[in-house]
């Protein structure tokens, strides 16, 4: 028998930041709890997927009852999917601290499995939730870090102060230079094949991230409405995203929604992501007919979708809800440079 | 050809970059939680030894380099090569002055040193970080000075030329730290 020497056993987190972890949990669930929202726990393990071309959901297979045959399930990227259905089901505003899980993301500020706070405000539009997620956050970080008051950028603000440029009208030319000037030099066929979202997030990644957030939280919010994610979409000129960000220290710690309630929509966008999927060769994945089925405020509707009884259910209740990576905030509060100082077994000890 | 993903890119590899051999410094993944993922890398370019940044996409693939590291004895300057031998094979190579550079003045025959073949070409020769080397010139006078302050030029066997403490003398064997070129230790 051979003993592993190399002394990877032990945890990379101190007992001291493992601690800080503890107290921040605490400190959260006395926040919601104060405000009474409920905390709630869905399953990791899912057979529908994310269908968002820019995640990658880990498969697993389950054999056993109800199964004999097997069933592939999908670990979460985060808990949104099943949280909307309670809240569909008449929850009222509710929070959930749990595990997800991230194929391919691994690096200073990823791991492939990390832990989020997702949290969900009934009645709430996207600049409450912010105003929400700023004082659970300064609460937790301002003692220690004597932060400035938040400050809110349009996206379109914080492009045109940190590139000149304006994220909304912007070509891959215009992106090409602003990178030339700032000394990113990326491989040509960026320049011949990319679509203007490539530029724009490598453009976001590399200028603009780096400058948010100094001293203060700094909240992006109306992003372009091709990056909607799970958000509305609200009439300007161009349409923007009741989507937000919310950024310290040059790292994005949250992303939040005004939530998309129309089902109708919502699957054309899950569709349109499974065919941005297919034209990437990326795996298909199921999507999920519980989420659309729960969105439905038709009961016309909801059978055609193939729910059988939702004694509950009455569509998507008007909401804004907003994922906090538990991780990221944990390094801010202890200044670590990387988050395997704040996990106690890092993917490569795991 | 091979290539590597983006997955593989680690500090230390060794991949073509704009016609170049080059080494990967650092490697950071960056990716927007809901956007394109990147690999932003510090890479030297082995044959300027300068370092640049670079920015690839998530999933792309660069072409490996076929490049080395070897220890080399190495055996005499022709005037116009360099001469190594492998101590295993008693395999030898002749290395050019671009390869060898400013490092020239601190090959010494006998001494080993880490070899970087490109296609099995040398391409970087790097001396051991410490040299023992004969002064062969320096100011006689001054003797009795142990104080060990200021100090005087001495030129060594292989040329080069380093700043020694004042009571060293000429034939005497010195110590030498051939990345910063400052002597250590009367050896």
Redesign the interface.
């Known amino acids: 028998m051979r003993t592993d020497t190399s002394g990877d056993w032990q945890p990379v987190a101190t007992l001291e930041v493992l601690r800080l972890r503890a107290r921040l949990l605490e400190q959260i669930r006395a926040f919601f709890s104060g405000r009474r929202v409920l905390e709630v726990e869905t399953p990791v393990l899912s057979a529908a997927a994310v269908t968002?071309p820019?995640?990658a959901s880990f498969a697993t297979r389950y054999i056993g009852p109800l199964f004999p045959h097997g069933q592939t399930l999908y670990l979460h990227t985060s808990p949104e999917f099943p949280m909307k259905r309670l809240l569909a089901a008449g929850s009222g505003s509710i929070y959930q601290i749990c595990k997800v899980f991230r194929d391919?993301?691994?690096?200073?500020?990823?791991n492939p499995e990390f832990t989020m706070l997702e949290w969900y405000r009934v009645g709430f539009d996207h600049h409450q939730l912010m105003t929400e997620t700023g004082e659970l956050v300064m609460k937790l970080l301002a003692p220690a870090l004597g932060l400035n008051p938040p400050e809110k950028l349009t996206y379109r603000e914080a492009f045109l102060r940190h590139t000149n440029i304006n994220p909304h009208t912007a070509t891959v030319l215009d992106y090409a230079a602003v990178a030339d000037a700032h000394?990113?030099?990326?491989?040509i066929d960026?320049h011949q094949h990319?679509d203007v979202?490539?530029w724009r997030?490598?453009l976001?990644?590399?200028v603009v991230?780096p400058k948010l957030g100094q001293g203060q939280l700094t909240f992006i919010y109306d992003y372009p409405a091709c990056?909607a994610?799970l958000a509305r979409i609200q009439p300007d000129e161009p349409p923007v995203a009741a989507r937000f960000?919310l950024y310290l220290n040059g790292m994005?710690l949250a992303?939040g929604f005004h939530e998309l309630a129309d089902a109708d929509e919502q699957r054309t966008r899950f569709e349109q992501q499974l065919h941005a999927r297919a034209a990437s060769s990326l795996p298909a994945v199921p999507l999920d007919e519980r989420l659309l089925a729960a969105m439905c405020r038709d009961a016309q509707v909801s059978r055609e979708a193939g729910c059988r009884e939702r004694p509950l259910a009455h569509g998507l209740p008007d909401c804004a809800g907003v994922?906090l990576?538990f991780d990221r905030l944990v390094m801010i509060a202890c200044g670590a440079r990387s988050i395997e100082e704040v996990l106690p077994f890092p993917l490569d000890r795991a | 050809m091979a290539t590597y993903s983006t997955n593989e890119f680690k500090a230390g590899l060794k991949v073509m970059l704009d016609g170049d051999p080059a080494s990967i410094v650092e490697n950071e993944f960056v990716k927007p939680g809901k956007g394109q993922a990147f690999s932003r890398v510090r890479i030297r370019n082995l044959k300027t030894g300068r370092t640049i940044e670079r920015t690839f996409k998530s999933g792309e693939t660069i072409e490996a380099a076929d490049v080395a590291d070897v220890e080399m004895q190495y055996l005499y300057n022709d005037g116009q090569f360099w001469h190594f031998m492998n101590p295993e094979t008693y395999e030898q190579i002749a290395s050019d002055k671009n390869a060898v550079g400013e490092n020239a003045k601190w090959l010494k025959e006998q001494d080993v040193c880490i070899i970087t073949l490109f296609n099995g070409v040398p391409l970087i020769v790097e001396p051991p970080n410490t040299v023992v080397l004969k002064v062969t010139e320096t100011d006689p006078g001054l003797k009795g000075d142990t104080s060990g302050g200021g100090g005087k030029p001495a030129t060594l066997e292989t040329g080069a030329v380093v700043r020694v403490p004042l009571f060293v003398q000429i034939g005497e064997s010195i110590k030498v730290n051939t990345r910063t070129g400052e002597y250590l230790s009367r050896a």
Do not use: F, Y
């Not at chain 1, 391919?104 to 990823?110: A, T, Y």
């Not at chain 1, 000394?183 to 491989?187: E, K, N, Q």
């Open positions: 968002d820019m995640l391919g993301e691994s690096g200073r500020r990823h000394g990113i030099r990326v491989p960026l990319a979202a490539v997030d490598l976001l990644t590399h991230e990056q994610s960000e994005e992303n994922a990576g």
